[in-house]
């Protein structure tokens, strides 16, 4: 996986949905370059789609010049080899498409986005708010939207893709979000996508962490993000206690 590649997608895409989906998994699989070769059944595989949705996809990032196809046309039994355009994954200053280019077919307009609409890949994360508006242990809400700069669901999707034995998140609630904006805060180092994309990694080496051992007993640990961002959980994570478990 190159994290380069990741936050040139993450920051750069103009779309959402299942083009995003299917660009951040041909990230995960790419070199710095952005330069992969998985089959069609292993896009499809990572992306929760079939074969010809993932197909579909991946032809539309071809037709708008996201997607380069710089080996294997022929066939003959090869997996086809894609370079990511990451000169086109520009972070455009008015939430527009590049310049020259557009987006897939059917990804909305960043600065339109359609509420209500589930991305087609099946799964949308519902930022819901508190019923309880009292201060949260970790830090008071901050006094408007504008102020919250932590990208929430960025970070989540990044942690679904990372984690996915982990539990899935279907509500992001205010205390969920103030836990997170938290760890976003308490440390500049933390306040990229790269850094988080490399944080879930370490967890991911983690046997304990990803549910592959369990006491007598017991079931193995499931992990959920919540958990993950609490504040001494994620102290704990940081100082590798789980790790040093999983060694002894």
């Known amino acids: ?14 779309g959402g949905g299942s083009e ?15 330069r ?26 071809e037709e708008a010049g996201f997607l380069r196809v710089i080996g294997g046309q022929t066939g003959g039994g090869m997996s086809r080899r894609y370079q990511i355009a990451l000169d086109r994954l520009t972070p455009p200053a008015d939430g527009r498409a590049p310049a020259g280019g557009r987006a897939p077919a059917d990804v ?21 708010p508190s019923k309880n508006r009292q201060l949260i242990a970790d830090e008071p809400p901050v006094s408007s939207k504008a ?6 669901q960025q970070i989540i999707d990044l942690y679904h893709q990372t984690l996915p034995t982990g539990r899935q998140v279907r509500i992001w609630n205010d205390t969920r979000k103030a836990k997170l904006r938290a760890r976003w805060k308490e440390d500049p180092k933390r306040q990229s996508l790269e850094w988080w994309g490399k944080f879930f990694g370490y967890v991911a080496e983690s046997d304990f962490l990803t549910g592959k051992t369990a006491s007598a007993g017991r ?3 499931e992990l959920d993000l919540e958990w993950i961002v609490s504040p001494t959980n994620f102290v704990k994570i940081i100082e590798g206690k789980y790790h040093r478990e999983a060694a002894a």
């Open 1 to 14: 996986m190159s994290v380069r590649t990741l936050s040139k997608v993450w920051d750069g895409f103009p």
């Open 20 to 34: 995003l989906l299917a660009l951040l998994a041909l990230a995960d699989w790419s070199d710095d370059e952005g």
């Open 36 to 61: 992969c070769f998985p089959s069609m059944a292993s896009i499809g595989r990572k992306t929760r789609l079939s074969e010809k949705q993932a197909r579909r996809i991946v032809h539309n990032l």
């Open 108 to 128: 909305p307009n960043p600065s339109r986005p359609r509420e209500g609409t589930p991305p087609t890949h099946g799964r949308r994360t519902v930022s819901e």
């Open 147 to 152: 102020a919250d700069h932590c990208p929430h």
């Open 219 to 221: 079931p193995p640990f």
